[in-house]
């Protein structure tokens, strides 16, 4: 089981995620994070330690006009978090992959 601490720090990380607050993000995290992405049931991305993390955010944070995280679900796993995630997102810039700006997806 999850613990409340635990849960606070989660649900502040997502706060700060939904309003594009970068520094307050990295604040929260440990400096050693290991970040994994899953979409689908496929991992898609990782980073390890904090300055990976930070790069990928600030990267990110310019893709997006708007974003939205909502937690699903929580999980411990032994020492670590799991955390489902729903998710929307409203894009800045045309993608590489054909995703074109202005569309949302979830």
Avoid: C, W
């Avoid at 898609?44 to 930070?54: A, P, S």
């Avoid at 939205?68 to 409203?90: M, P, S």
Wanted: avoid cysteine; charged fraction near 30%; glycine fraction near 2%.
């Amino acid at each position: 089981m999850i613990s409340e601490k635990s849960k606070e720090i989660i649900e502040n990380y997502i706060m700060t995620y939904n309003s594009f607050d970068i520094e307050s993000m990295v604040r929260l995290l440990h400096k050693d994070i290991l970040f994994r992405n899953f979409t689908n049931g496929e991992m898609n991305t990782q980073t390890r330690g904090i300055q990976e993390f930070r790069e990928l955010s600030e990267k990110s944070s310019r893709i997006f006009s708007y974003r939205r995280q909502t937690v699903i679900d929580y999980n411990a796993i032994d020492d670590k978090a799991e955390v489902q995630i729903d998710y929307e997102a409203i894009l800045a810039v045309d993608l590489p992959n054909g995703l074109k700006s202005e569309i949302r997806f979830n």
